[in-house]
């Protein structure tokens, strides 16, 4: 049995694991494990004696790794995207929970377009250059820091959803969280390349009154140990109404 494989980027690696014999099926373990984002054709052709030269030819598609996960992770803690009767200005945000420990240098912070799926817009915690947007850090009991994104100016600087998304990002790590409002996607480029969405589960109305956001309430030191609730008075800057971190 001879393998190959074609694609952009780095694919990922064949081994015939059983040889198949007379009348026998063979079987072919895939490593995506050091593999890039893409699809890759991987054509089979059967080969030796007594064995005519049959080929076949299937697609493998490789996502980014798993979402990173568990104590000393950063999370978005809060958001505001849709206020004041679709005025929005300056009430528009993300806030992310950084534990002490992680190197913000390599966090980002980058905007998913629903439809389509792609990249809109890519936030640094540190130096950030990107217009329309300030990054305010505020300390926070236990070691933990705010990571506040308040998206001003003019345009549509943080979409409305039905749906769209927001996705953590490590240039060590790869992606770290991707959620979405108003439903779930796939996305397309950046860390969240080929990842589906987690939908929040709670929205806000396009006339919501200004001043409100969704956030995590409950106990604990990672995402998984809070739930998010319906619009509330927002808490920027600040542990969430609710919320105790340990």
């Not at 494990?33 to 030796?48: E, L």
């Not at 996502?63 to 200005?89: C, K, M």
């Not at 409100?212 to 509330?232: C, E, H, I, R």
């Amino acid at each position: 049995m001879n393998l190959a494989t074609s694609g952009s980027g780095t694919a990922p690696t064949l081994t015939v694991t059983t040889q198949p014999g007379t009348g026998n099926s063979g079987a072919l373990t895939i490593d995506a494990t050091s593999a890039t984002a893409g699809t890759y054709t991987v054509t089979v052709t059967g080969s030796g004696t007594g064995i005519s030269n049959a080929t076949t030819t299937f697609t493998v598609t490789v996502t980014t790794a798993p979402p990173v996960t568990g104590a000393g992770t950063p999370w978005i803690n809060e958001f505001s995207y849709d206020s004041t009767a679709g005025s929005d200005l300056g009430d528009e945000y993300v806030e992310v929970i950084v534990p002490s420990g992680v190197d913000v240098n390599t966090l980002s912070l980058v905007l998913y377009n629903g439809s389509g799926g792609a990249v809109y817009r890519t936030d640094a915690f540190v130096n950030n250059v990107t217009a329309n947007t300030t990054v305010t850090a505020t300390p926070l009991t236990g070691g933990y820091t705010s990571y506040l994104f308040n998206f001003g100016g003019s345009g549509n600087n943080f979409q409305n959803g039905a749906p769209d998304g927001m996705a953590l990002c490590s240039s060590t790590a790869g992606l770290i969280q991707f959620l979405s409002y108003e439903g779930t996607f796939t996305g397309v480029g950046g860390c969240a390349n080929g990842v589906l969405s987690t939908d929040v589960g709670v929205s806000q109305a396009t006339a919501s009154a200004p001043g409100l956001s969704m956030q995590l309430t409950g106990s604990g030191n990672k995402y998984s140990d809070f739930t998010w609730v319906a619009p509330a008075t927002n808490t920027k800057s600040a542990v969430n109404t609710g919320q105790t971190l340990n």
